[in-house]
Structures are given as structure tokens and as C-alpha cells.
């Protein structure tokens, strides 16, 4: 089992800055892919970034050249710098790894709230 400890939700007024920290513990033997997604209301989860572990990166059109995705590998832990933010970020945002101890499953975040106001 993965534990997940997130921080960095809030709210932020549009224009505005947050990061996202996500850090994984429990049974790891290695953490592949990391990356964030959110869900608004009333809306499917969607991804927006992703990171691998030798740190390519994947952004959804939306976030491209506000987000900036990052990780410590060290620390097992994923960063999500959002700058720029809109209202139509607001989301609850849920982080993501691909983790293995021998056979490889996905491993979710609880989630953390993101209100952007007007």
C-alpha cells in the first residue's frame, strides 16, 4: 500500500500562483510515471501532466506554458507549479504514480481542492 500526503490546495484569486506537493511512502520498490489530474464539477477526471521517471513531460493543451510539472525521485515526490491560474482551473486535483513492489499497479492521491475566484 502507498501513502499519499498532498498539500498546496487553496484558494487563489485568477492571475495567481499554488504549487501542489504530492509524497509517496509505504511499499515501494520503484515509482515509474508520476503526474497530476483533476476533476471539475460535474466533469470527468482529466490529466493534466505527467512526468516520467527520467523526467519527461506530457501537458494537457489547457495548462501548457502555466503548469510545470516536477520530481524529486529522492523524496518520492511530484510537484504541479501552477501559474496564471483561471477560474476554469478550479478543480479538485489528485496526484498519480505507477508504483511497483514486484508487479505494477496505479496508486492515487486523496485529492486537494484548487478554487480559482474571479
Known amino acids: 500500500q502507498v501513502q499519499w500526503a498532498e498539500s498546496g490546495g487553496g484558494l487563489v484569486q485568477a492571475g495567481g500562483s499554488l504549487r501542489l506537493s504530492c509524497a509517496a511512502s509505504?511499499?515501494?520498490?520503484?515509482?515509474?510515471?508520476m503526474g497530476w489530474y483533476r476533476q471539475a464539477p460535474g466533469k470527468q477526471r482529466e490529466l493534466a501532466a505527467t512526468?516520467?521517471?527520467?523526467?519527461?513531460?506530457n501537458y494537457a493543451d489547457s495548462v501548457k506554458g502555466r503548469f510545470t510539472i516536477s520530481r524529486d525521485n529522492a523524496k518520492n515526490t511530484v510537484y504541479l507549479q501552477m501559474n496564471s491560474l483561471k477560474t476554469e482551473d478550479t478543480a479538485v486535483y489528485y496526484c498519480?504514480?505507477?508504483?511497483?513492489?514486484?508487479?505494477?499497479?496505479?496508486?492515487w492521491g486523496q485529492g486537494t481542492q484548487v478554487t480559482v475566484s474571479s
Open positions: 509505504g511499499s515501494i520498490s520503484l515509482i515509474g510515471t
Open positions: 512526468n516520467t521517471r527520467d523526467e519527461r513531460t
Open positions: 498519480y504514480a505507477r508504483v511497483t513492489r514486484g508487479l505494477w499497479y496505479d496508486s
